[in-house]
């Protein structure tokens, strides 16, 4: 490897680190819009929200990056409960996760609430790829994936979804 790949590498690691904060500390900023009417959940967790009862729109890029997420993770969702994943092929998917995620965070052209719920789903799909990037990776790192991945169409139009290209 030249050292010009090196430097590269640990820049690209430097820039995802900053950015995985950036969105851990976004969306436990988020707060519940049900607050302000007496309304208390009490979790730590953010709450999606729809844009006044309809799904948020999207643009080519984050219908992109979902469908190329939901892609990575597929190999994975096939196991069973209890199987074990294997560790290389389990921080791939992480990485490929992470990837991809920075990838929507640069090209996201969101208005500000519909950028704010789709931190939420962030959020979780970076839990899912730690969880995946442990040394005896656990499926609930797949579901916790998988889960903001079946939660997105709820709240995102996505009628024009693109093709899928996995970096596996």
């Not at 889960?147 to 970096?167: C, I, K, M």
Request: with cysteine.
């Amino acid at each position: 490897m030249s050292s010009g790949s090196g430097k590269r590498i640990w820049l690209i690691a430097g820039i995802l680190g900053i950015v995985s904060v950036a969105v851990v500390v976004f969306a436990l900023h988020i707060r519940d819009p049900g607050e302000a009417h007496g309304v208390h959940d009490h979790s730590d967790k953010p709450v999606l929200t729809l844009n006044d009862g309809k799904k948020w729109e999207t643009d080519a890029a984050l219908r992109r990056g979902m469908a190329r997420i939901a892609a990575l993770v597929a190999p994975l969702a096939a196991k069973r409960e209890g199987e074990r994943l294997d560790p290389i092929e389990a921080a791939r998917v992480a990485d490929g996760v992470r990837d991809e995620v920075n990838i929507l965070i640069i090209n996201c052209h969101l208005e500000p609430r519909a950028d704010a719920a789709l931190h939420v789903l962030i959020g979780d799909m970076l839990a899912g790829a730690d969880i995946l990037s442990q040394p005896e990776p656990s499926i609930e790192g797949v579901r916790t994936i998988s889960e903001a991945l079946d939660l997105y169409p709820r709240y995102f139009e996505d009628t024009d979804p693109a093709p899928v290209e996995s970096s596996l």
